[in-house]
């Protein structure tokens, strides 16, 4: 038998069962080659998205200006309001609400939802509309950080590459952070911190539900989610985001309710602390900042640097407080303060004018007003510092006409009012009731040149002639310099340069700037006393501080001043020296109530500012003696002289003359000289106290 022919039939099994074989091993082989090569694209992407840069994101950050306190005063930004801050500084409620209405897959994708995409394309697709989006955090905040907002095919392609350059280099938590810190919540404000601020004045990790929920809304619309421009919107909204996060689980249906049954406390618009608060000083800092330390403007306006600054907020209050009140609303007189701490040379208030909307001259810095007596105290410590002159030198108080050049001119001065003593007065009597024939003379006695000297220690740089009528304080001077020069009496005789900004840091915090502390002994400290004992005096009866005095209840030294067109006020404590000058812009002359303005705020600032500090005594240094004297002789004061008082005198300048029986020394050890002190006021009997 032949075997069987089997040839008819193999095309049928060819036909049948190879081909179909055949062609899947062809098309799986087709693609294994396609996803090969889908994969090396993929791979090379990868590759190249890692080795490529992201592009430069030219965000600016708004700059700060903080008190001595640690609360902002001011911010710089040119533009765009944008303060970033950590994320463990963001309220968990404004991320929660943020999440579950823009992106509550952030943690399970890697900067593209698939799901979210086919999620938003049905609905668009039912509702025949584009009303719901599908971009991500990540795509939201590459496109905001490097693209345009155009509808084209090359925006696109490069959002998604970004996107994935962001997810490569950057953690969640980190796209997340950026994300909070970058996006517009309207109204110039960019960023949580910002936005947070502006609405309900608060840092964005002290908001509520209620406030997380309402901002979080914000972002999609902000012209037409704005509470500013439309609340029932804007309610709508923050409804819509309430019940997202009640979906997601992040909190439960009674906290949404009462999140939504919440009053927000909204700050008027553009009405924010920092916006009237301080406005001369912040000035200044912006002045020093630039034109002294060479702070670039851009910098300062996008750079997200931090100033901190000496301005006290009580103090500040406390300045802008009584220059309001100190003058009527409907007079054109102007008024400046100045307070500085004379221990640091910290700047504690400023106000430059009574508005800074009308005029943003500041007076504090004007060197065009004369201080009038108010100058005299740099005077008398010349003439103590030269031994002519102690507290005890007597002058005749009436009217004089004195000589000077070497006779060939004539300087006649008048005392306020034409009044005088018409006998003879001691410098303490001359300071209290401001006498200007005594100062004159005293400035005949010991040259005119050396008060200029002095002055100059004193931190006054104005200019100045050696001339008689200097002692009367005819030479300009600002309120800056006149604060700064008392504070060195304050200081035991130290003269510490003002300081207004205590450092700059840049956005990463390291330090750009830190103010030195430039202090300089400029007189001996047993001359600061005996002139802040002679300054006491004019804030006791007869003094032209007197009327004040029921204001002040602590220690305070100072002195008067009143020119035509100016009236001043400068005085000090141990812890604060403060200058207040009064008048009009245009040299017109003061009436007697303009005049008498300047006193009151100066006693008023002092208390409010000081009103948590205890009262304290100016300490009685060595090189300081105190004696009874008879002020109508200028002698050493025996037990039994009816008329005695206690004075200070530098140590080898006392008098050596008794007055009828043998003169009471006081050698600061004796406790019957506090008792023979009552007759002075009570903060001087404090004083013998804390001596003894």
């Known amino acids: 038998m032949g075997k069987p022919r089997l040839r008819p039939y193999f095309p049928i099994l060819t036909e049948k069962f190879l081909h179909p074989i055949l062609k899947i091993k062809k098309w799986l082989r087709y693609t294994a080659a396609v996803f090969m090569v889908f994969a090396l694209i993929v791979g090379g992407m990868i590759i190249y998205l890692r080795t490529q840069s992201l592009p430069v994101a030219a965000i600016s950050q708004t700059s700060q200006m903080l008190d001595l306190q640690g609360h902002v005063i001011d911010t710089f930004h040119a533009g765009e309001n944008r303060r970033s801050v950590p994320l463990a500084e963001i309220s968990h409620y404004v991320i929660d609400a943020t999440l579950a209405i823009e992106d509550r897959r952030f943690y399970d994708h890697r900067g593209f939802d698939m799901k979210g995409m086919a999620r938003a394309v049905m609905v668009n697709v039912q509702s025949l509309s584009t009303r719901q989006g599908a971009s991500t955090l990540t795509q939201q905040l590459a496109r905001n950080l ?20 962001l997810e490569m280099r950057y953690s969640k938590d980190e796209i997340l952070g950026m994300y909070l810190n970058q996006i517009y919540y309207g109204h110039g404000s960019y960023g949580i ?16 539900l209620a406030e997380s929920a309402m901002l979080a809304g914000i972002p999609k619309g902000p012209k037409y989610y704005s509470p500013y421009l439309d609340m029932k919107n804007a309610k709508d909204r923050q409804l819509t985001i309430l019940q997202a996060m009640l979906e997601g689980g992040s909190i439960t249906s009674e906290q949404a309710d009462a999140a939504y049954a919440e009053v927000l406390n909204f700050q008027a618009l553009g009405s924010g602390e920092q916006e009237g608060f301080a406005p001369y000083f912040r000035d200044y800092i912006r002045y020093i900042a630039v034109d002294k330390l060479g702070i670039n403007e851009q910098m300062l306006n996008e750079g997200g640097i931090t100033i901190y600054t000496t301005l006290d907020s009580v103090a500040q209050a406390a300045a802008e407080e009584v220059i309001a009140k100190g003058i009527p609303e409907s007079s054109e007189q102007q008024a400046a303060l100045i307070a500085i701490d004379p221990r640091s040379g910290y700047i504690k208030a400023m106000v430059g004018g009574r508005s800074y909307k009308k005029n943003q001259f500041n007076r504090v810095f004007a060197n065009t007003r004369q201080p009038g007596s108010s100058f005299k105290p740099l005077l008398y410590l010349t003439a103590l510092q030269s031994r002519f002159m102690t ?84 030479f300009p001077v600002s309120p800056f310099e006149m604060a700064s020069a008392f504070g060195t009496f304050a200081n035991g005789g130290t003269h510490v340069e003002p300081i207004a900004i205590l450092r700059i840091e840049d956005r990463k915090g390291q330090v750009l700037y830190e103010a030195k502390h430039n202090a300089v002994q400029a007189i001996a400290p047993a001359e600061a006393y005996v002139m802040t004992s002679l300054m006491e005096s004019v804030f006791e009866e007869g003094g032209t501080g007197s009327r004040v005095s029921s204001i002040i209840k602590r220690p305070v030294a100072g002195k008067t001043g009143t020119t035509p067109t100016d009236a001043w006020m400068v005085g000090y404590t141990p812890e604060l020296a403060t200058a207040v000058w009064v008048g009009y812009d245009k040299d017109r002359k003061l009436t007697v109530a303009e005049a008498y303005r300047a006193a009151p705020m100066f006693a008023k600032f002092t208390e409010q500012t000081l009103a948590s500090v205890p009262p304290k005594i100016f300490p009685i240094p060595e090189g300081v003696v105190n004696v009874y004297i008879d002020p109508e002789s200028g002698k050493l004061a025996a037990a039994s ?33 506090v008792k023979a002190e009552k007759s002075r006021s009570w903060w001087s009997d404090l004083k013998r106290w804390w001596t003894d």
């Open 391 to 474: 507290p005890a030198t007597r002058f005749k108080s009436e009217p004089t006409i004195f000589s000077y050049d070497e006779g060939r001119k004539t300087y006649e001065p008048h005392n306020y009012g034409d009044k005088y003593a018409n006998d003879l007065i001691d410098m303490r009597k001359a300071i209290a009731s401001s006498d200007n024939i005594y100062a004159v003379n005293t400035i005949m006695t010991i040259g005119a040149d050396k008060v200029i000297d002095t002055a100059r220690k004193l931190g006054i740089k104005s200019s100045m002639q050696p001339v008689p009528s200097l002692a009367l304080g005819t």
């Open 193 to 208: 911190e910002a936005a947070a601020m502006m609405y309900f004045n608060k840092h964005a990790s002290e908001l509520s």
């Open 146 to 165: 490097y693209l345009t907002h155009e509808r084209t095919w090359q925006r696109k392609m490069k959002e998604a590459m970004y996107t994935a350059q």
């Open 641 to 673: 002289c009816a008329n005695r008082r206690l004075e200070a005198f530098l140590s080898g300048t006392e008098p050596t003359e008794v007055c009828g029986e043998p003169a009471a020394v006081d050698d600061r050890n004796e406790k019957d000289d």
